[in-house]
């Protein structure tokens, strides 16, 4: 595994800018995840350190090396992309050692033998070695599809949101899935998705990105916490933030306009009046649904209370989040 370093990288397609001067040390070990919406420049950022685009400017590092002009197999990183991409008519077996059989690796077979029973273990696909791809549900085509990265041993593994077409339950299984063998691998890994859930729950850093720009770079505890942005506020966050004009409640500083407040740090029995427009049962937790001054507001319920619509509820803020006019951090 390496260290990977990327030194004011810039990427345009035409007119319109792919990434714009990012500077990010992924370290040795960790699983990065960079998050932010369609067009925000994660997969660009992939590529660029893949060697499938070429940069415009900066620099991109590889333990220790200035990997600027080599190719891909030269760069050795492993990418898993969105779609699984395996070769029907192989079996997993073939799938998972197709990597390995490349002339730039030339692996003995014995070692190829070894790494794809290994993996397959680790992924807990051994008892499918020998099915063809065709024959596997979409979390063991996406469990082989990233098995072929994980047989490299690579210098970093580059994860193109994996798991996006997946369903619901298999995108959790798989989740923890990675985890486990990030920490069993001691892999470094850089992991692209607009899932705010797999940046919390995976990673042991998150890059935030914005049109382009990387715009705050922290583990997810320090992002979710202290939010440099009102962008990156309503990033990580699941109910989202709430957003409010800064005088509803009183108390911000002067040059703050508007406030932030989790839902679960919203004070109940105290504070102003609010309407409760909508309550959403979920089983591990209530959600309410506020009207205050024509304003909505999310907020938890307090266990064992119950609430009906029309009813009404005070609430107040606690430790809210100041910004100020341009949406930059002021508190």
């Not at 703050?256 to 409760?276: F, L, N």
């Amino acid at each position: 595994m390496a260290e990977v370093v990327l030194k004011n990288l810039t990427k345009s397609f035409g007119s319109n800018v792919g990434i714009a001067d990012i500077s990010m040390t992924i370290p040795d070990g960790a699983f990065v995840v960079l998050l932010g919406p369609t067009g925000a420049g994660k997969t660009t950022t992939l590529r660029l350190i893949s060697g499938l685009e070429k940069a415009d400017g900066g620099e991109i590092w590889i333990g220790g090396r200035n990997v600027g002009n080599e190719t891909p197999a030269q760069r050795d990183v492993a990418m898993v992309f969105q779609q699984y991409s395996l070769y029907p008519h192989l079996t997993v077996k073939d799938n998972l050692a197709f990597p390995l059989k490349s002339p730039v690796l030339r692996t003995p077979p014995d070692e190829i033998e070894r790494k794809v029973n290994e993996v397959a273990r680790v992924l807990q696909i051994s008892h499918k070695l020998n099915n063809k791809a065709t024959e596997l549900s979409g979390g063991e085509m996406q469990r082989v599809s990233i098995g072929r990265a994980l047989v490299r041993d690579p210098a970093i593994y580059l994860m193109d949101e994996p798991l996006s077409s997946l369903d619901a339950k298999l995108r959790t299984d798989l989740r923890v899935e990675l985890k486990r063998i990030h920490a069993s691998l001691g892999a470094t890994l850089l992991y692209v998705t607009h899932d705010q859930i797999e940046a919390m729950t995976m990673a042991t850093h998150v890059g935030v990105l914005n049109e382009g720009h990387l715009v705050q770079f922290g583990t997810p505890r320090e992002i979710y916490e202290n939010p440099n942005s009102l962008y990156v506020a309503s990033r990580l966050g699941l109910p989202r933030i709430n957003i409010i004009p800064a005088d509803l409640f009183g108390g911000a500083p002067a040059a703050a306009t508007q406030i932030g407040m989790r839902p679960e740090h919203i004070v109940q029995g105290e504070g102003k009046e609010a309407e409760v427009k909508r309550v959403e049962q979920l089983g591990d937790q209530t959600r309410l649904h506020l009207s205050l001054q024509g304003h909505a507001i999310t907020t938890l319920a307090i266990p064992g209370t119950t609430y009906i619509p029309g009813a009404h509820i005070k609430i107040a803020p606690k430790n809210p989040l100041c910004f100020d006019a341009h949406g930059h951090r002021i508190s």
